[in-house]
């Protein structure tokens, strides 16, 4: 029943959805799928079968007014609750207002049972922090696909940059935005954090999206990166594993523990999380790395000598 319904909601849509399509969005073959259909329309829903289109359901035909789960209304509230953190103004209102219209559909039951889910769940306050003030540019930039002049400062090289840029998108990740955008200044795809935004004005420039945008960055320069593998002790694993350092690609079993493959462009991104593990972790190659990290560990040594 719950693949029917999924099934359901997605004939709904204006445009038609293949067999296939929802073959791997319910995870179920494309005869169960047909089946499915076949039951759907045994049941009075008119869905209409589009010839080399797909399926959908007929025009003026109304379902009736969703129910949600506990566990459903759950997840979207919580959900809601992020957006307020981590959204524009316009974004926390929306869902707001989505929150809210979620838990007047509740009935009595069901809305006890969301109450004392959320009582247990729920999104921490620190998440709840204003995002970067640049963020409603940022978005506008991207719907309206136009050019943004940023006054950036760069991780590598450490300086502030005057640059127009193409934002074809935004991602969070990292405890922050970043946009994703092509760099005239560049001349290649780079990913801008919101927080080393200085200054971003609105230009009327305009400019062609990719489609479609590779979100796991294969679209970015990789020219200037390197491979840097690092050996983690066995008893250092597991705090590694929580959290990989920046530029992490794979694990390989190595004796003793394991090592981790990363691809960076700037050194300096592994000394936070490699002083973290600690002597847990050891760069291995390539040797011009190995011989900035012997440095940097007799730098911090030098520190606290008279410690």
């Not at 062609?208 to 020219?223: K, N």
């Amino acid at each position: 029943m719950d693949r029917r319904l999924l099934i359901l909601m997605r004939l709904r849509e204006e445009t038609p959805v293949r067999a296939t399509d929802l073959a791997e969005e319910c995870g179920c073959s494309v005869r169960t799928v047909y089946r499915d259909i076949e039951a759907l329309s045994q049941a009075g829903v008119p869905v209409a079968a589009m010839p080399g289109e797909g399926y959908r359901m007929v025009p003026g035909y109304h379902l009736p007014p969703v129910a949600f789960t506990a566990e459903e209304a759950v997840q979207l509230l919580l959900g809601a609750d992020l957006i307020r953190g981590l959204g524009t103004p316009e974004q926390r209102e929306a869902a707001k207002a989505g929150a809210a219209k979620v838990e007047a559909v509740l009935n009595e039951g069901t809305m006890a049972e969301v109450k004392h889910l959320r009582e247990r769940i729920r999104v921490s306050s620190w998440m709840r922090q204003g995002p970067s003030p640049w963020l409603p540019i940022m978005q506008q930039a991207v719907l309206q696909q136009r050019v943004l002049h940023l006054r950036y400062h760069s991780f590598t090289p450490d300086e502030v940059t005057e640059r127009n840029v193409e934002p074809h998108g935004l991602v969070f990740y990292g405890n922050d935005w970043h946009m994703v955008a092509y760099c005239r200044l560049r001349e290649g795809m780079r990913d801008f954090r919101a927080g080393r935004i200085r200054n971003a004005i609105l230009l009327d420039d305009t400019f062609e999206r990719i489609e479609p945008l590779d979100w796991a960055g294969d679209d970015m320069d990789q020219a200037s990166l390197m491979e840097v593998r690092v050996l983690i002790d066995q008893a250092t694993l597991p705090w590694a594993r929580e959290a990989p350092p920046y530029g992490f690609q794979r694990e390989e079993p190595a004796e003793g523990g394991a090592t981790f493959v990363l691809s960076i462009r700037d050194i300096r991104r592994l000394l936070p999380p490699l002083l973290y593990l600690g002597a847990g972790a050891r760069v291995i190659s390539p040797p011009e790395v190995v011989e900035e990290m012997r440095r940097e560990a007799e730098a911090l040594a030098a520190r606290y000598a008279d410690a």
